[in-house]
């Protein structure tokens, strides 16, 4: 009897719920991509330390990044199928190289030009998702870094805020390329980067790594 209730008790105890970290993102067109890489390899020789463009760190503009329950992960991808036909046939363009000309070190980014098309697939893609939205995520819910340092506290809070303070009027799409000296920048700025127009690839969900970094395919529109 005794093994029976004990069996039973187990039988009632909650599933942990995992929570994970997404990024619904725009993977851009092969000329744009190359150009992100090219980029972001100039500002590495600068600084080693900053953040590597390759398979596990893509080059993308977030659409949405969020928190939500592992088992919707199905229900997110089905509400999103369909989406990439709204901007399949749509040109971006990339505007400039952004970073902070005051500051001796600076973040950098290709800014994208935020065109009605793209307002509205992000407004869409907001609209698909928030029902699946939590907001008790964890720094397990991320990729794990490699070298096992906790996943930075500016990362932690800037996903769970992504709807509420960086999204429709504040929406600021873009491809995230690194840290490196404002003299190099300004050099890639005049001499390297290259203003021109692409297409989106695919809407695809990652789960996020540290920095915003997307590094987990979990899903890739057809």
């Known amino acids: 009897m005794a093994i029976g209730l004990g069996l039973l008790a187990l039988s009632c105890t909650p599933k942990k719920e995992t929570i994970i970290a997404i990024d619904v993102l725009l993977t851009p067109s092969e000329e744009m991509h190359a150009q992100a890489l090219q980029l972001n390899e ?17 080059p993308h503009i977030t659409l949405l990044q969020c928190f939500i329950k592992e088992e919707d ?30 500051k001796e070190e600076s973040f950098a980014m290709i800014a994208v030009e935020k065109n009605d098309q793209l307002l509205k697939l992000h407004e869409k893609a907001i609209e698909l998702v928030k029902p699946f939205i939590v907001y008790n995520g964890n720094p397990e819910s991320f990729v794990q870094n490699p070298d096992n340092s906790p996943i930075g506290e500016s990362t932690l809070t800037y996903v769970p ?43 695809s969900i990652y789960q996020l790594g540290d920095h915003g970094t997307a590094q987990k395919s979990l899903w890739k529109s057809e």
């Open 73 to 102: 992960l199905p229900k997110v991808r089905r509400s999103l199928h369909g989406l990439y036909d709204e901007i399949k046939n749509d040109t971006l363009k990339a505007e400039s190289l952004f970073y902070y000309k005051e």
């Open 42 to 58: 100039l500002m590495k020789q600068n600084n080693p330390e900053t953040l590597t463009l390759d398979e596990n760190h893509i």
């Open 161 to 203: 805020e992504f709807v509420e303070k960086h999204s429709y009027e504040n929406f600021d799409p873009h491809i995230s390329l690194g840290v490196a000296q404002r003299t190099l920048l300004d050099s890639l700025a005049e001499n390297v980067f290259k203003p021109i127009p692409f297409k989106a690839t695919s809407i």
